[in-house]
């Protein structure tokens, strides 16, 4: 292995080394990102609007476009030290395996029991809904590993935990719905007949999946009708990219420490909390025009709102309950297709990320899962961890840029961000090895027929 | 959260600090291991008896009674900084549920793709076997971490690897198996119609549900029959106990960066593997009358070979083809019942383990599988890591010696082998959660039928 001699294999900082406070990118954009419309009125949503769904913190950090350092709790970090500092890894094997002159480095956000970056933002989340003596918290989770991440925080708060799981994924994952209930939550199959708009849903499609989108609408629901109970979400909220930046603050750092220069910075785009949190110190920098990066989002084919969907204000969930934010969309009303990445089967993106995108800051790219699966079974070979399916959309991104290295003879640098496991995703790598995993694209006019459906808003 | 200001939350070491060599605690030992012996003929075994069965290198390191550190060779070592070292973690939260004064560490080997400690001999066995020039291994798993880890190894080097999983594990886990399938490894439940032993076993128990010592004939018996094959074994084995000296020589690395002295040191006991490497350097200075320790071997009431097992030659498998070793067992006929804890159902013990046991350098415990699964839970719930059954029954242990502090007031050290992640045992969860979870306690008749068996050796 040809280690360089002095870049560790895995980079770790020190406990003193952490961040003490989150970054928020919003204060380094010129373009702001749109404000949330009240679903009704179409007015701009305040403190007082936002309040009955969210903790009274989250909701100041959701409407915060200006503090650009945030502290985090004394609490939220004592909790960090359980799973971070996460190690960043110079991925050596998969180089020599590549034979690529290019320099790739992963942050690993896998080594948790919730097997994801998910975490980062659980807990923070948690911690404001104890602080503010309620009772519990309700959410959605696609793959499960959100509601894997909240019931954790949850347990370890004594807070207790509601959570509506999408349809395919509770049915593909009962492993990890177990995982939710050793931590004390309980996990309901979304569309359920539970609430209103799930009846309302399967009223109209009977038989679904689901959707993330479906299951936000229900945990809305839930948490609206008791006041001991808030909403939280596990991406798409500026709240949670700003929890999330941990994880680029880290990787800077890590770089920095040894003087290391990323040229391509890479993630993996459902709703955006990986990438929005990997990519946040870099964006930064290439905001206050300090240093240019490229950064790339990478989306699964079968959902793709950054490549393929309309910048605009639409529904952050599929009952159309929730806020209107402006963002890359698919539409509210778009189901995406059963496809293996749960995590990334949102409509929308969020703001901030969707502006920056339109801002001409960031690329994006689609890719199909068979591809992906490839790109999972070789990096699991070489690297020895076992990626998680959402994960591998930015492992796929990396072979390709670092295979593009290769024809050129540049040695770039890659810094990708390797967001979870896939052990709870063995269904899904065995369809893929007997051959029966599908490709799933959107036709155009499936596309139009969901955009019509975009609320008449700027 | 109580930390004390000069010891992380986690230690790590740096990887110039990683130990170059394992320790061979045999040769510290007054009274060594007593030899193989030829199952036909009753002689002690040598090189030339071994070497159809086990690779050569890792045959001298069976049989090397007196080489104190044997190097880590350069490959291995790049292989070890994919993920180690593993970190030396004080259980901050765990001590505060309690409320103890003890301070309790835990070396987590669980942060690795096979889940567990098993790796760090998988490697090992892997290389050797490459260097060798074979085509490929043979081997048996239990619960599925020593296949998963030697899948990854197998692939990370181009090695074939055929691994017989115990049956009741095979069904128990089929996510497990198709880890090892992602790693390119052929899996057969065991016992099996593919071998002369595993057609003799299913005859004489129609419907077993499998046993480690079954697996071990069969893999035995496949290895044997190409010559370009070699066995290898994740457990029990002596070279086994040396790879893993790594856990115990990392964590005292450790504990000694920060002048730490554990009084307690706790490991689960099921072939030895981990227990063997976590108190190696530690037994090696208790051997040496520099230091003494409390060391406690845990294992299922189940299948309790230390304290209710015989010191004696046995067969180390059920089908009675491989060597005789001397060491606890509870005889190589007897069939344990169907626990969720398949890494810990082996009839015997590692021979050095037993001798030390034998000669009162550690004390042995054993546990029910409820109580494990009860602490199983505390601990995913305060400490985060959602625990093996396996590794449980140390939490298990090192809870009940927290609590007896907790009563004389005694702030003792306790430091217990974390062997892995639970991931794959969440069916084994489900049952306990819903209390469907039976513990099984051999009767003495059960045992005595099974000692007759015993072959008649000193």
Known sequence: MKQETNIPYKIYLSENEMPRNWYNVRADMKEKPAPLLDPTTGAPMGFDDLKAVFCDELVRQELDNDTREIPIPQAIRDFYKMYRPSPLVRAYCLEEALQTPAKIYYKFEGNNTSGSHKLNSAIAQAYYAKQQGLTGVTTETGAGQWGTALSMACAYLGLDCKVYM?????????????????????VTPSPS????VGRKILAEHPGTAGSLGCAISEAVEAASSDPGYRYVLGSVLNQVMLHQSIIGLEAKAALDKYGITPDIIIGCAGGGSNLGGLIAPFMGEKLRGERDYRIIAVEPASCPSFTRGRFAYDFCDTGMVCPLAKMYTLGSSFIPSTSHSGGLRYHGMNSVLSQLYHDGYMEAISVEQTKVFEAAEYFARTEGILPAPES???IRAAIDEAMHCKETGEGKTIVFGLTGTGYFDMAAYEKFHNGEMHDFIPSDEELEKSFARLPNLP
Chains 1, 2 share one sequence.
Do not use: I, N, W
């Not at 349809?167 to 050793?182: A, G, I, L, N």
């Not at 007949?193 to 209103?196: A, N």
């Open 166 to 186: 999408v349809k395919c994924s509770y049915e593909q994952k009962p492993f990890r719905r177990e995982v939710m209930r050793t931590y004390g939550a309980s």
């Open 193 to 196: 007949m539970d609430t209103v």
């Open 392 to 394: 591998s959309h930015a």
